[in-house]
């Protein structure tokens, strides 16, 4: 691992483990602005209509998902993850667009572009392959090689076919030349 990614995944997800914390420990602020998306969306998702629950659930996923970064553990899951869990609670606590005050819209605004920036943040550590290929690369290199072996492999016969052509007739003009020489003149 580069020396950029073992300071920056744990710079990244310090605020995550830290936020995922207060939301375990005190969970009734961030529930309460959380129940309009609660009520509306728990219903159809089969999730237990209960605030509370939902924040510190998400507290805990987004402490064990930033603690996983942190360490470099399965970074790239660790990462969706974490922007999982980034969306909906910042759409939830820093709604800057229902603010009326201008000095709370512009805090809020902050706050939101903030979390945007963490957001973005988590989407490039979770493409982030640390220097090795993806699996779509890998796919797609297994295909190339698959080809190119069945194209060697269809020119190899064709040769092989060719040679044994060639064979064949050199062997049929030795054998006339042999039975020629062997009949009495």
Do not use: C
């Not at 005190?26 to 959380?34: D, L, S, V, W």
């Not at 709370?104 to 939101?112: C, D, G, V």
């Amino acid at each position: 691992m580069s020396i950029v990614r073992r300071i920056a995944r744990p710079l990244l997800a310090a605020s995550f483990v830290a936020a995922g914390l207060d939301a375990v420990l005190h969970p009734m602020p961030k529930a309460e602005a959380a129940r309009p998306l609660v009520d509306r969306l728990a219903p159809s998702l089969g999730l237990p209509e209960d605030p509370e629950l939902l924040v510190r659930a998400n507290g805990a996923l987004t402490v064990a998902a930033g603690t996983l970064l942190a360490l470099g553990r399965l970074p790239r899951l660790s990462s969706l993850v974490l922007a999982a869990t980034l969306v909906p609670s910042t759409y939830t606590e820093h709604a800057f667009w229902q603010e009326k005050d201008p000095q709370s819209r512009r805090t809020q605004r902050t706050l939101f572009l903030k979390n945007a920036g963490l957001l973005g943040g988590t989407l490039l550590a979770a493409v982030d392959t640390d220097g090795r290929p993806g699996l779509a690369w890998r796919g797609r290199r297994a295909v190339r090689q698959a080809e190119n072996a069945g194209r060697r492999a269809a020119r190899d016969a064709r040769r092989s076919a060719k040679h044994a052509r060639s064979t064949a007739r050199l062997e049929a003009r030795q054998a006339l030349h042999a039975a020629s020489a062997a009949l009495p003149h």
